[in-house]
Structure formats: structure tokens, C-alpha cells
Nanobody, 116 residues
Framework: QVQLVESGGGLVQAGGSLSLSCAASGNTFDINAMAWYRQAPGKSREKVASITSEGYTTYADSVKGRFTMSEDNAKNTVYLQMNSLQPEDTAVYFC??????????WGQGTQVTVSS
């Protein structure tokens, strides 16, 4: 009942910035929270940032101070502003939505590659 589409990934040099977007459609009214996850080759998927419907945000220690998550409820879209990118940030970034506090929806992911 919820579809998520990520965009904004690409190739950037170390120290650069990228901004990711995730547009939600369907029954977006019942989304309680959204999050960004990432998965690097050979590693498990990890949560990068999350935001509640009230606007409260949390961040992984590895990105705190560099990444900022925000939301635009009028557009049903969340964003991830990524600054001071490092090669360790290279991964597929996935958008995630918690619906009615019990169901999780995932986007297809967008590739972020940071060159050294």
C-alpha cells in the first residue's frame, strides 16, 4: 500500500556532498516513521538515519554531524543531505517506511559511490 522511490545517488569525490530523495506514494497518511539504510558490498544493511512523523531524527554514530535527514510532508518526500563524504560511505542507500507501526516498506535503492 506504500511505494517508495529513491533518487539522487551518483559518483562523488571524497569530501563532496550528495542529496538523496525518497518519494512515497499510496497510503502515506499511516506512515509513522521513515529511515535511510545503506548496504556496502559484503556487509549487512545498517540504519543511517530515521525520522518520525513528528519530525524527530536519529543518526548512526558513523554519520552524525555529516548527514541530515529531513521531510516534506506536503510532497510525501524525505531527504538525506550527505556532506563530507568518504569512501566508507560507498553503498546502496535504501529508503524505508514504517506503516501503522507494524509493516515495513522498502525502496529499490540508489547507488552512492565515493572515490578516494
Amino acid at each position: 500500500q506504500v511505494q517508495l522511490v529513491e533518487s539522487g545517488g551518483g559518483l562523488v569525490q571524497a569530501g563532496g556532498s550528495l542529496s538523496l530523495s525518497c518519494a512515497a506514494s499510496g497510503n502515506t497518511f499511516d506512515i509513522n516513521a521513515m529511515a535511510w539504510y545503506r548496504q556496502a558490498p559484503g556487509k549487512s544493511r545498517e540504519k543511517v538515519a530515521s525520522i518520525t512523523s513528528e519530525g524527530y531524527t536519529t543518526y548512526a554514530d558513523s554519520v552524525k554531524g555529516r548527514f541530515t535527514m529531513s521531510e516534506d510532508n506536503a510532497k510525501n518526500t524525505v531527504y538525506l543531505q550527505m556532506n563530507s563524504l568518504q569512501p566508507e560511505d560507498t553503498a546502496v542507500y535504501f529508503c524505508n517506511a514504517l506503516w501503522r507501526n507494524y509493516m515495513i516498506y522498502w525502496g529499490q535503492g540508489t547507488q552512492v559511490t565515493v572515490s578516494s
